[in-house]
């Protein structure tokens, strides 16, 4: 049984779709300008983000979809759906089902007041059909640059090399969708312990002098069986790497393309560190996204140190296969990971 099928995807995004928080008031030319804008900056974003990473040379440049809140929870729960559902989708939810979705419904609300944008490998592009397609959603980019003060042109072409990093790194190492797919499929598998085993399991740890991690990091190591841990542990490692890469692109491609870039991630590296209200920083230590960011700002510290020791050229090595991967230690010393593979 996989996770998934317990949940109605359809009512999540129903419920999400009426909860949501409307974004910040704009007229209608306004927000019009910008998803015109943000569409192009997407486009334009292709060639730099290919001259840096030397990766999807020669691939077609699909558009974006430059999305509102709604728009986007649709897309994120028919992705979800997607990504976790079994290939027999139980088209009988029933009432646990429908709880599962309310309550999915309710993240999905939550989520779609934070995403700027993101690249989803399990959806078909709506015009190519191809698995993949970028999503950028509108009135979130307005609030956070109006929040920062930033110059708005400057800022979305910066989110958009962010975002198109990712479109890149999957469209030019496949493989990486079904290595994100096996392991989401071993992190939503049955469990074959039974209830006095785990419990067992977790006393056990608890009781060790062994170190754990904190947050939702550290459940899942105690919650989860040693398989899906691991499981777990590649998908954070990959994530390191993927959004790691990214910082490093966007960033990379600075001042030519987009001017005010350093005043751009001063302002916002101090918003993703600082939470502005006791709910967010209530439900960011509830989730350990305090360790998550820690982890991706080492994921940009990890690709800095080997790009500036080997180049681009020798690092993407680390695009050849799951062998290739970083492991947890070499994140920390980059060197370890250049002994290893390089």
């Not at 790691?244 to 030519?256: F, I, L, R």
Request: net charge negative; charged share 25%.
């Amino acid at each position: 049984m996989r996770l998934s099928m317990s949940i109605d995807w359809s009512l999540a995004a129903t419920v999400g779709k009426k909860i949501a928080r409307p974004g910040p008031l704009t007229t209608a030319y306004t927000a019009e300008a910008a998803r015109n804008e943000l569409a192009a900056s997407a486009m334009a974003s292709e060639a730099p983000v290919r001259e840096i990473t030397g990766l999807a040379d020669g691939l077609p440049v699909p558009a974006a979809r430059v999305l509102d809140r709604g728009e986007w929870i649709e897309a994120a729960a028919l992705s979800l759906s997607a990504m976790l559902d079994s290939d027999e989708p139980d088209e009988d939810h029933g009432l646990m089902g429908r709880i599962a979705g309310v309550q999915a419904g309710g993240l999905l609300a939550l989520l779609s007041g934070a995403i700027l944008g993101q690249y989803d490998p399990f959806t078909p592009d709506p015009i190519s059909g191809n698995d993949g397609v970028l999503m950028l959603v509108t009135p979130n980019i307005i609030a956070v640059e109006r929040g920062l003060r930033v110059v708005p042109a400057d800022f979305r072409l910066w989110v958009c090399l962010h975002e198109v990093t990712h479109r890149v790194q999957f469209s030019a190492n496949p493989w990486l969708r079904d290595y994100m797919q096996s392991n989401v499929e071993e992190l939503t598998s049955e469990d074959a312990e039974s209830t006095g085993e785990m419990v067992g399991r977790i006393t056990a740890a608890l009781r060790s002098d062994l170190p754990r991690e904190k947050g939702i990091v550290g459940a899942m190591q105690l919650l989860q069986s040693p398989e899906q841990y691991e499981a777990f542990t590649r998908m954070m490692m990959l994530g390191t790497l993927l959004e790691g890469h990214a910082d490093h692109v966007m960033d990379a491609v600075g001042p030519a393309k987009v001017p005010t870039v350093d005043r751009i991630r001063a302002a916002f590296d101090k918003r993703r560190a600082k939470p502005t209200n006791p709910v967010q920083r209530l439900l960011r230590t509830l989730m350990g996204m305090d360790a998550k960011i820690a982890q991706y700002t080492r994921g940009k510290a990890f690709v800095d140190e080997v790009v500036g020791t080997v180049g681009m050229t020798r690092f993407n090595a680390i695009w050849t296969g799951p062998e290739t991967m970083p492991l947890p230690a070499e994140i920390e010393t980059p060197r370890a990971w250049i002994d290893r593979v390089l």
